[in-house]
């Protein structure tokens, strides 16, 4: 971010993949792909695709890890080696140690923790293809995976940034946009109640402008949140069909 690019981002209202400001890039959600999990999810949001799994509530282990009153919730975000153009150390890096503690967080006002006392939720996070937005894509497909692995939810919780590129607020950015933007501003939140569960920013925007992406991540939200809950859906009408066969 902050970089300069050697051509127009926007020109005439229309960003370089033909989006206007407040446009989503196509994204697709299904649920179910992993059989060895207990819940899983696979996400394509523009060209950033993303596989979670969740395990548990399972015993956890370490053992003083373990928390009498609730669960003990771990994510676990990475980057497979050639998600990129440029190659990644295979391995935990900081920047993904950070990431899943965002994630972790903007997921934990949504479970119902205090379900599974004694127990461990381990959330896993691979992206296999990264675009942009991957932190917002992590915590939408984790969501989807949460409920497929049976863990009670209080809502789901969708996710998407807005950002400032050629001082216009646009939302749901793509690399490009990503590297030579003014400002990234991702959320996350839970639609029913409208409680935000994450908000940051890097870059500068004004008041004004803060408000405004706000208002357009809150606006996706909800059309993230119905994509989510027909991937669940669809899901359970498969595994009917499955099970009356």
Same mark, same amino acid.
């Given at each position: 971010m902050g970089g300069k690019s050697d051509k127009p981002l926007i020109v005439k209202g229309k960003r370089l993949d033909g989006r206007t400001a407040e446009e989503l890039r196509p994204f697709k959600i299904k649920a179910g792909i992993i059989k060895q999990a207990d819940g899983s999810c696979e996400l394509e949001f523009g060209e950033t695709k993303v596989i979670a799994g969740v395990y548990g509530p399972k015993k956890v282990l370490p053992k003083h890890l373990e928390e009498n009153t609730r669960a003990f919730l771990k994510v676990t975000y990475s980057m497979i080696p050639f998600s990129t153009s440029e190659r990644n150390r295979p391995g935990p890096s900081r920047r993904s140690k950070e990431i899943s503690k965002v994630i972790k967080d903007?997921?934990?006002?949504?479970?119902?923790?205090?379900?599974?006392?004694?127990?461990?939720?381990?959330?896993?996070?691979?992206?296999?293809?990264?675009?942009?937005? /991957?932190?917002?894509?992590?915590?939408?497909?984790? &969501?989807? !995976?949460? @409920?497929?692995?049976? *863990?009670? =939810?209080?809502?789901?919780?969708?996710?998407?940034?807005?950002?400032?590129?050629?001082?216009?607020?646009?939302?749901?950015?793509?690399?490009?946009?990503?590297?030579?933007?003014?400002?990234?501003?991702?959320?996350?939140?839970?639609?029913?109640?409208?409680?935000? /569960?994450?908000?940051?920013?890097?870059?500068?925007? &004004?008041? !004004?402008? @803060?408000?405004?992406? *706000?208002? =357009?991540?809150?606006?996706?939200?909800?059309?993230?949140?119905?994509?989510?809950?027909?991937?669940?859906?669809?899901?359970?009408?498969?595994?009917?069909?499955?099970?009356?066969?």
């Open positions: 903007a997921l934990a006002p949504a479970i119902n923790l205090e379900k599974y006392p004694q127990t461990c939720i381990d959330i896993h996070i691979e992206i296999t293809n990264a675009n942009a937005g /991957t932190r917002t894509s992590a915590i939408n497909a984790a &969501t989807v !995976a949460l @409920i497929d692995a049976g *863990i009670e =939810m209080r809502d789901v919780v969708a996710s998407i940034a807005a950002g400032k590129v050629e001082d216009q607020v646009i939302l749901d950015l793509f690399q490009d946009e990503d590297n030579f933007g003014q400002a990234d501003l991702p959320i996350a939140m839970m639609p029913r109640t409208g409680e935000i /569960t994450l908000v940051q920013m890097d870059g500068d925007m &004004t008041a !004004a402008e @803060i408000k405004k992406a *706000i208002d =357009m991540c809150e606006k996706a939200c909800l059309k993230i949140a119905k994509v989510q809950r027909k991937a669940i859906i669809d899901e359970y009408k498969n595994n009917e069909v499955k099970n009356n066969e």
